[in-house]
């Protein structure tokens, strides 16, 4: 599959683009090649980020509130954004994906999170979790198998948290027992984002008890496996076109070659993918945090209290300007997070910030955004209330901000002892 934003002729490029980099070109290596400010993108992740963005507004958008009435991602989007080659930029291009770098992952999520969040939520989990895991530890054979229908026909989820497991999650009770050449799993799975349309589940359950964690092995399960069942999706406060299910194993029966890397390193695989994925979370709250002001501010330059617009207020100015410098603040620490993941960092504190930070931002940003428009604010006929629902899971899934705080301080630790 070829790249959307990279079939676009390099020529097309403007002539602003042109002189910029002539700019560049001639300017010292001391000043020009040494530095590069973390907003500033690549062409490729310029390219990219425009796609994506027309992408969100010319087919996500009209479906947006239709999609969450009805609680679920439309098929024909979910078709779209696998012809976009969104929903498959961690995977190689050799296995039929976009070969796009991690930043360029977090750009398009944050693109997509400022028109629908439960789109972003998708894309975010799919590259992250889903492709990231069968890419970096799946056999050859699993990786021809499952890696282009990732990146061109499947959705996936990620079955870690159970009833017992939340913050704790590798207090997992689901279990896989052998059984000559096969694998019988047992268990129920919580909160599962995805599972009302994903063909292929990563499911992580305990082949051996006894181990304790060192048990947990992790399994590739297409959705037709006999004894996978999918409940309903949970009635959420926000996120509602993204399904969120319990997903019940009785007595699934899977071939020995279904293991996804080795015995009983499931639970190091998934620890390995927590920063990838809060990194991701904090482009979603970004995205959300940054629709909603773009949606709030044109209102601010039109509606009209004691006969001028109220942005000539200077306490209302003075609020804008507060929510737009927190958003700046949110995309340096996910931008700075993305790029050093990227050159091989231990990034486990700069994950950590980033989420916490953008999270507790957008729920702050959003609140306000509400304060702003008065009382349309609080009616559906306008977006802000949406972000202001979408953005609170942030806080909570993969892990809450105390446990954020918790990873934080004991880098600090280790940084002073």
Known sequence: MQTPWRIAARAAKSAVAVARRAQSSSSSSSSSSSFRPLS????DEEMMRDTVRRLADEEIRPLVRKMESDKRIDQGLLKKLHESGVMGME?????GGTGANFTSTMIAVEELAKVDASIAVLVDIQNTLINAIVRNVGS???KREYLPRLAGQYAGSFCLSEVVSGSDAFALKSSAKRDGEHYVLNGSKMWISNSDIAGLFVVFVNADPSAGYRGITAFLVERDTPGLKIARPESKLGLEASGTCAV????VRVPASAV???VGQGYRYAASLLNESRIGIGAQQLGIAQGCLDATVPYTLERKQFGQEIFSFQALQHQLAQMAMEVECARLLVYNAARKLEHGEDVMREAAMAKLYASEMAQRVTSKCI???GGVGFTKDYPQEKYFRDCK???IYEGTSNMQLTTIAKSIRQ???
């Open 260 to 262: 996804l890397g080795k």
């Open 248 to 251: 019940h194993l009785e007595d």
């Open 393 to 395: 899971a942030g806080t």
């Open 91 to 95: 995977i190689p291009a050799e296995y």
């Open 140 to 142: 050859e054979e699993q």
């Open 415 to 417: 940084q002073y002892s």
């Open 40 to 43: 500033h993108l690549t062409e």
């Open 371 to 373: 304060d702003l428009m």
